[in-house]
């Protein structure tokens, strides 16, 4: 069973960028699919991105097409997830989480096991 560690997060201001890291470790699969998730208190956990480990095909939500972008690193086994142009309604915990579905979903259902997740905090 895989293992997922995030990190990257911290406090900045609204515009500034972050880079996340999820180090997967364990067995993965032609059909592993890593995603980014985030939730804010009082919040329901909410998609923001996926990458196929294989391929590099990759999805993200909407609201952050234009500002995020993920990436991985097979050779590291991990993948990143480059935040540009921050703000306040990015603010929450990022985890990463793991999917056997060979192209990226936004799916959360289909997701399994996660980190212990990092805080992003941006304020105005």
């Known amino acids: 069973q895989a293992q997922l560690v995030e990190s990257g997060g911290g406090l900045v201001q609204a515009g500034d960028s972050l880079r996340l890291s999820c180090a997967v470790s364990?067995?993965?699969?032609?059909?592993?699919?890593i995603g980014w998730f985030r939730q804010a208190p009082g919040k329901e956990r909410e998609f923001v991105a996926s990458?196929?480990?294989?391929?590099?095909?990759?999805r993200l939500r909407d609201s952050v097409q234009d500002r995020f972008t993920i990436s991985r690193d097979n050779a590291k086994n991990t993948v990143y997830l480059q935040m540009n142009n921050l703000k306040p309604d990015d603010t929450g915990v990022y985890y990463c989480s793991r999917a056997e579905t060979v192209l990226p979903t936004l799916d959360s259902r289909l997701y399994r096991g996660r980190g212990q997740g990092t805080q992003v905090t941006v304020s105005s």
């Open positions: 364990g067995r993965t699969l032609s059909s592993t699919v």
């Open positions: 990458i196929s480990w294989n391929g590099g095909n990759s």
